[in-house]
């Protein structure tokens, strides 16, 4: 594991590269609003991507770099991880990029994806409403991803769910937002769709 700062318009940013033998593509995931990138479900899937062959950066927004609790506005948050893929595409000469997260983080990667020009996009616990607003929805964010799109989801989670389309899929596990409870099928279904989205451009 290599860390590395990435200085941001906003701050400087962190990144953790677990790297895979061989790889073919890098997965930036990135973390919740209020979380770290400790979270289980982070954990496990960046194991299943560096096993299917897959780099993998874990990227700490500037403010929980600089120990802010409260998350940054939405412009300011995609502009960092922006400015973290410009650097890590250096980095990574010619690979193909899947943004992804767990719950802000993966708003962040929706929202980023056409202009990071992200190949695919890995959604953990996509937060569709705050939890009892439905009215609230994120359903458009999701909906301007373009690439194909894999959403893990916890059966019982308040935050909603994403509507898919055609080119997104969806994997319902047992359990609420955190998708702490069921790691096996979260990791084996990110393997399987890391495989099969990945093998075109292999």
């Known amino acids: 594991m290599t860390a590395l700062a990435i200085d941001t318009a906003y701050g400087p940013a962190r990144v953790y590269l677990h790297c895979a033998e061989e790889g073919v593509a890098v997965l930036m ?20 991507a560096q096993a299917a062959g897959v780099h993998v950066a874990l990227v ?35 690979l193909p ?11 962040v990667a929706c929202r ?29 964010e999701f909906d301007a991803v373009e690439v194909p799109t894999l959403v ?22 047992d359990g609420d937002h955190n998708l702490g409870k069921d790691l096996e099928t979260v990791s084996r279904a990110a393997t399987e769709w890391l495989s099969r989205v990945l093998r075109p451009l292999a």
């Open 152 to 173: 893990i989801q916890g059966e019982r989670d308040p935050f909603g769910r994403p509507k898919v389309g055609a080119h997104q899929e969806l994997v319902l596990v």
């Open 29 to 48: 995931l990135g973390h919740g609003a209020g979380g770290g990138l400790g979270a289980k479900d982070l954990v496990a899937v960046t194991r299943a």
């Open 97 to 107: 990029f899947v943004f992804g997260g767990r719950s802000s983080g993966a708003r």
């Open 112 to 140: 980023t994806a056409s202009a990071g020009q992200a190949v695919a996009v890995l959604c953990l616990a996509f937060p569709e409403h705050p939890p009892g607003r439905p009215e609230k929805t994120r359903q458009p």
């Open 60 to 94: 700490e927004q500037p403010y929980k770099v600089a120990g802010r609790r409260a998350p940054a506005p939405a412009n300011q948050l995609d502009a960092a991880w922006l400015t973290v893929a410009d650097e890590l595409s250096e980095r990574f000469d010619g």
